[in-house]
Nanobody, 121 residues
C-alpha cells in the first residue's frame, strides 16, 4: 500500500490550501483516513480524521478553518485549510487505517511521506 500526498506549499496568512492523499495498492476496506502534522520541535498531532460513514473529527486548534473529506471510490482524503495562520506551519502527514484482505483480523496503519505547509505572516 502506498500513500501519495500532494498540495503542500507556501501561502500567506489568511490564505488557503488543499492537501490530498491517495491510497493505492491492495486495499480491502478503509476504516479511517486522517491528517496529522508536526512542527519543528513539536510532537506529531492529529489535525482531522474521517471514518466510515463520513464521521469527521477536527482538532480544536483548526476547527472552523479546516475540513476533511474523502472520496471512497478513489481511496482519497482531502484536507481543506482556510484562514491559515503561521502556527499552522508544519509537515502534514496522511494516515490511513485499513484492512488488506477479506478475513484479516488486524487493521493496518500506513503513513504518507509528509508534505510541507508554510504559512508566512
Amino acid at each position: 500500500v502506498q500513500l501519495q500526498a500532494s498540495g503542500g506549499g507556501l501561502v500567506q496568512a489568511g490564505g488557503s490550501l488543499t492537501l490530498s492523499c491517495a491510497a493505492s495498492g491492495r486495499i480491502f476496506r478503509i476504516r479511517s483516513m486522517a491528517w496529522y502534522r508536526q512542527a519543528p520541535g513539536e510532537q506529531r498531532e492529529l489535525v482531522a480524521i474521517i471514518s466510515a460513514g463520513d464521521r469527521a473529527d477536527i482538532a480544536d486548534s483548526v476547527k472552523g478553518r479546516f475540513s476533511i473529506s474523502r472520496e471512497d471510490a478513489q481511496n482519497t482524503v482531502h484536507l481543506q485549510m482556510n484562514s491559515l495562520k503561521p502556527e499552522d506551519t508544519a509537515v502534514y502527514y496522511c494516515n490511513v487505517v485499513l484492512m488488506l484482505r477479506d478475513g484479516d483480523v488486524h487493521w493496518r496503519d500506513f503513513w504518507g511521506q509528509g508534505t510541507q505547509v508554510t504559512v508566512s505572516s
